[in-house]
Antibody, heavy 121, light 107 residues
Framework: QLQLQESGPGLVKPSETLSLTCTVS??????????WGWIRQPPGKGLEWIGS???????YYKPSLNSRVTISVDTSRNQFSLKLTSVTAADTAVYYC?????????????WGQGTLVAVSS | DIQVTQSPSSVSASVGDRVTITCRAS??????LAWYQQKPGKAPKLLIY???TLQSGVPSRFSGSGSGTDFTLSISSLQPEDFATYFC?????????FGQGTKLEIK
């Protein structure tokens, strides 16, 4: 059974870089059927798609975050990662990694448990 | 970006009731809409994709319909475990966007 697990610091200082890793187990990240994505949810609020990556490294990001976001993949470790630069309090959220279906449906069918990242000095 | 608006933002209902939640997209998205259920402190769970296709393992009391700009999620005969927050997501075009959520509460 596929499992995704986020890891990384739970506290980041303003203006610094948020870095998270998602480890995929129970299946290979190398698949033509899936993208691998990051979604966040500020406390008490809705969901925001950040970006997604294909196993070959092709990425696409939410335009409003594009200048600050980098998503990368390490197929040898079955992991993908998120970097978000110049963070502010507005970036405080639960960050989820998820598997996204390639193709017309583009839904997120498997999610990690999420990790809370707070931006504070 | 395609905006997705859910209504209502919250609804109270009793066990056994039927509930309908609506999602409206700011432009036509065909049938490319998904529905998720989220319980407190948990990740969202995919319920329905392509507007009406039930994800494997999801009870048949959940159903989805719609196309174009207007979509509905219906839950027939509410069970205690159905009280949660529900989100829709447009999957038609990048950047993918979610509705603001509908909180289903026990009356």
């Amino acid at each position: 059974q596929l499992q995704l697990q986020e890891s990384g610091p739970g506290l980041v200082k303003p203006s610094e870089t948020l870095s998270l890793t998602c480890t995929v187990s129970g299946g290979s990240i190398i698949s033509s059927s899936y993208y691998w994505g990051w979604i966040r949810q500020p406390p008490g609020k809705g969901l925001e798609w950040i970006g997604s990556i294909y196993y070959n490294g092709n990425t696409y990001y939410k335009p409003s975050l594009n200048s600050r976001v980098t998503i990368s993949v390490d197929t040898s470790r079955n992991q993908f990662s998120l970097k978000l630069t110049s963070v502010t309090a507005a970036d405080t959220a639960v960050y989820y990694c998820a598997r996204q279906i390639v193709g017309a449906t583009s839904d997120f069918d498997s999610w990690g448990q999420g990790t809370l990242v707070a931006v504070s000095s | 970006d395609i905006q997705v608006t859910q209504s209502p933002s919250s609804v109270s209902a009793s066990v056994g009731d039927r509930v309908t939640i609506t999602c409206r997209a700011s432009q036509g998205i065909g049938r490319w809409l998904a529905w998720y259920q989220q319980k407190p402190g948990k990740a969202p769970k995919l319920l329905i994709y392509s507007a009406s296709t039930l994800q494997s393992g999801v009870p048949s009391r959940f159903s989805g319909s719609g196309s174009g700009t207007d979509f509905t999620l219906s839950i027939s005969s509410l069970q205690p475990e159905d009280f949660a927050t529900y989100f829709c997501q447009q999957a038609n075009s990048f950047p993918y966007t979610f509705g603001q959520g509908t909180k289903l509460e026990i009356k």
